[in-house]
């Protein structure tokens, strides 16, 4: 499965962090090429339990012995924690640095990391827990190939990847996936507690609305169909889908949606001003 096996360390032990380490490890990769940092003991011990990967509290001690290194720490504290670790690392070693981080440019990572040539910026989601995560990937010009292989295979393990072409292109990917689990589970929240009202009680009501959505989710992965196909065949004329259907229409969910999604690219842009 991994042709390529380096030495990894994450800087940072959060969720997106967790939810990749968990994945990796979950298709073999082997754990004692794994570091994570974090400076409280609780995210190192439950690292250390859940996954048996090595942990510590120095930045610059886990990322030295390291051939990558994965940025995994909030974009608002990239800079000092970058900075840092160059310092103390005496420069930024030559390492293939991965950054997770919305809103973080690849020049901008380039000025904390002192300059090092070496960088791919991911846009992985959650779901890369279960191996089902979706990552976008941009690889500045120039970029070894060998980078781009290795950056690709270690997304590839935790769920699908695609590269973008242009790094605004990340942007759309947080859009379009990486913040886009929280907007189905917003939906689903919303089917739930509309259920409870309803009577069900709230494992039913969760049941009712987890089933269908993997059983939607699955249908669209199986299907060569467009997803538009699958939902009309869900609404018979004159039924009860066409009635839930009009009412979203009414509420203009496709404008919203859109709206939200633009939204999620503009925070991410700003932030690019901002760090
Ligand atoms: N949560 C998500 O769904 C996604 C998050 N991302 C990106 O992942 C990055 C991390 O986000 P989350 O995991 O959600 O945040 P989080 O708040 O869960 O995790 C951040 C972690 O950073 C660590 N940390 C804090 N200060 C540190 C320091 N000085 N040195 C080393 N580690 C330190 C802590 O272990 C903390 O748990 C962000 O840049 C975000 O843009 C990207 C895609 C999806
Ligand atoms: O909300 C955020 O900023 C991060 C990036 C994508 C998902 N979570």
């Not at 390492?95 to 990572?109: E, F, H, N």
């Not at 605004?168 to 089917?191: Q, R, T």
Request: proline fraction near 3%; charged fraction near 20%; include cysteine.
């Amino acid at each position: 499965m991994f042709d390529q096996q380096e030495k990894v360390t994450f800087i940072g032990g959060g969720n997106m962090a967790r939810s990749i380490i968990g994945g990796l490890i979950k298709r073999g990769y082997p754990a004692h090429l794994i570091t994570v940092t974090a400076p409280t003991d609780r995210t190192r011990q439950r690292m250390a339990d859940d996954f048996g990967v090595n942990t510590a509290e120095d930045n610059a001690k886990g990322a030295k012995e390291a051939d990558v290194v994965v940025l995994a720490v909030k974009p608002q504290l990239l800079d000092i924690v970058c900075e840092r670790l160059v310092a103390d690392m005496g420069g930024h070693g030559d390492k293939l640095y991965l950054s997770i981080a919305a809103g973080v440019t690849v020049d901008t990572l380039q000025a904390y990391l002192s300059g090092a040539p070496r960088i791919v910026r991911t846009m992985p989601n959650t779901p890369s827990l279960l191996g089902l995560g979706m990552t976008g990937l941009y690889a500045p010009a120039g970029t070894k190939q060998d980078d781009k292989l290795f950056s690709q295979s270690l997304m590839a393990a935790v769920g699908k990847v695609v590269w973008v072409e242009e790094e605004a292109g990340i942007n759309h990917v947080i859009a379009a996936a990486g913040s886009a689990p929280a907007y189905f589970f917003l939906f689903m929240e919303a089917i739930q507690t509309e259920a409870e009202n309803m009577g069900f009680d709230a494992e039913t009501a969760r049941l009712l609305v987890q089933q269908t959505a993997q059983g939607a989710a699955q249908m669209v992965t199986e299907s060569d169909l467009p997803i538009s196909t699958l939902r009309s065949q869900v609404t018979s004329k004159g039924g009860t889908t066409a009635e839930a259907l009009r009412t979203f229409e009414e509420g203009e969910l496709s404008t919203l949606v859109a709206k939200a999604m633009r939204a999620a690219v503009a925070r991410a842009e700003d932030m690019a001003k901002q760090f």
